[in-house]
């Protein structure tokens, strides 16, 4: 199981350089999953960069589980920003990054994600990095 970021589905959705190992991450992986808070977040930054449709579709064409955000996930989203938050620690996550840790530590699996805010914290990594091509 690998709980997935907006940012690695933003960077599959743009082109980015990491695309095509994000994809391949994604490909290997058994199961995925998704918090709701994180998929909200991936509808809303791919609307406004006017990829709306095709974050749905890479969505459901991936098969990604959508989990609900129960009380104990709510809890995982707040200890992560009380943690983890802007203005709180270097890793600087936001409101939406919060929701990808939380399920990631709530499921004990990796986050697959771009960038580096993630890499500061505790989180099992199922990132791609630069240095491993």
Known sequence: MIAVDTSALMAILLGEPDADIVMQVLDEAEALCI???????????????SVGTEMQQLIEG???EVVTVTQSGADAVAAAYRTWGKGIHPAALNFGDCFAYGLA??????????????????????SPRRDER
């Open 62 to 64: 991936l098969g990604i």
């Open 35 to 49: 918090s709701a808070g994180t998929l909200a977040e991936a509808m809303i930054v791919a609307d406004r960069r």
């Open 105 to 126: 530590a709530e499921r004990n699996c990796p986050l697959l994600f771009v960038g580096d805010d993630f890499g500061k914290t505790d989180v099992r990594l199922a």
